[in-house]
Each structure stands twice: as C-alpha cells, then as structure tokens.
C-alpha cells in the first residue's frame, strides 16, 4: 500500500509526503471543513497548507545550516509525526556545528511565528478577521513547534542540542544517559499534558518515552565514569 509520495525537489533535495501526515492535518482542521461556511472552509484549507509549509520549511532550515558545515540532506520526510531531514554522512563532531544545525530548525519557526504575528496585526488593522483567524493559527502553532522542538529529548533538536555538549564535557555515555532521563521526564510530562484528551499528544509521548527509553538501553552496559 502507497503511504509515501515524492512531492517535489527543493535545491537538490527530494522531499516526500506520508499520507499519514495528511490524515493528521485533516483531523486537526476538520471542525473548519464541517463549520457549512465558505469562509471558514477557506481558512481551514489555508491552515492545511502554511502547517505543511511551517514544517517543511522547518526542515530545510536544517538542511541548509548542514550545507554550511558540508552535511548534506538527501531527503525530507513529512511524515505523521513531523518532519525529519535525513542526512547523507553523520554530521561534524563540532559541538558549535551541530548546535547551529540542530537549532537551525526552531530558528525558522520562531522567524515565522514573528512574521506571521506582524501579518495578524495587519490584517485586524485593515478589517479582515477572516484573514487573520488562518494567520494567527498558523501563528500560533509556529511558536509551539518552537517550543516543543526545544525541549530535551531525543529525537527532538533541543534534545540533539544538548547531546553536542554535553558529549563534548562529558563523554558520549554521559550525554546519552542525562539527555535520554531528561527525555522520559518530558515523555511524562506532555502525557500528563495531554489527559485526558489530547489522543494525539499521548501518541508523541509514547514515541518520546520509546525513543528516549531505546537510547537509555543502548548504553546500559556501558560502565559508570
């Protein structure tokens, strides 16, 4: 079964959408699609479309602050779960460069949450609220993939972030187990957020809790330094 389309190429970079991240967008919209207004049928589609731009662009932001440093994406996946930048080589041991690529990302969410905000005003100040509902969703949801993305764990980028340094003070066995318990306290925490339902919210807490819990199993043989 085809869950997975090549939507394009952005500077050499083939970028694919997952069906499942589709289904994903409709859900969070659909109260604007079944409203019967025109209006709001028409802010749901644009709420669509920026979400996808906002992480697609979110992506390529990685991308490239990696071609600086000479780490190079081969693809983009937009997938249920958000969207990942895969990389064709490991990137530069520098702590410093793996910082401003990992960081590269929120850079634009936050760029965008700032910008989409300035249109907001713009478009209340001209009398078009219909204008700036779209907006300040968008908006809005810009700053919580900034703020979400931030958070240390794997495999968020603030998680990434806080690996760098700490491997380069610590050691990578250090890094790994700090960055991963951190991990599983904001796997509880956005599970706690999430009661009693935010189903979507308990689903990326169940991959948090995974992931950090696999990165905490990787190096339990390792020896205490």
């Given amino acids: 079964m085809l869950t997975r389309m090549e939507i394009g190429r952005i500077a050499g970079i083939t970028i694919y959408l997952d069906m499942f991240f589709v289904l994903i967008l409709l859900i969070f919209t659909y109260p604007y699609f079944t409203s019967g207004s025109t209006q709001m049928m028409s802010a749901g589609f ?7 731009l906002s992480i697609l662009l979110h992506e390529l932001g990685h991308a490239f602050a990696g071609r600086l440093f000479r780490a ?3 693809h983009i996946e937009l997938t249920g779960l958000g969207g990942i930048a895969h990389f ?7 702590a410093l460069a793996r910082s401003a690529i990992y960081l590269a990302g929120p850079a634009v969410n936050l760029a965008l949450w700032l910008g989409l905000g300035v249109l907001v005003g713009e478009a209340v100040g001209t009398g078009s609220p219909m204008l ?30 806080l690996d760098a340094w700490l491997g380069a003070i610590l050691g990578p066995i250090w890094s790994v187990r ?11 925490g956005v599970g706690l ?3 009693p339902t935010g189903i979507f919210l308990l689903f990326v807490a169940l991959f948090l809790a995974q992931a950090n819990w ?11 330094r």
């Fill in 88 to 94: 064709e080589h490991s990137l530069p041991r520098s």
């Fill in 214 to 224: 696999e990165a905490l199993q990787s190096v339990r043989n390792s020896r205490w």
């Fill in 72 to 74: 190079h994406v081969s």
């Fill in 178 to 188: 700090i960055v991963a318990g951190l991990g599983l306290v904001v796997a509880v």
């Fill in 46 to 52: 644009v709420i669509v479309i920026g979400l996808l």
């Fill in 193 to 195: 957020y999430a009661l």
């Fill in 132 to 161: 700036a509902l779209p907006l300040a969703v968008l908006s809005s949801a810009n700053f919580f993939l900034m703020i979400f993305n931030l958070l240390p764990a794997y495999p968020l980028d603030g998680g990434h972030t």
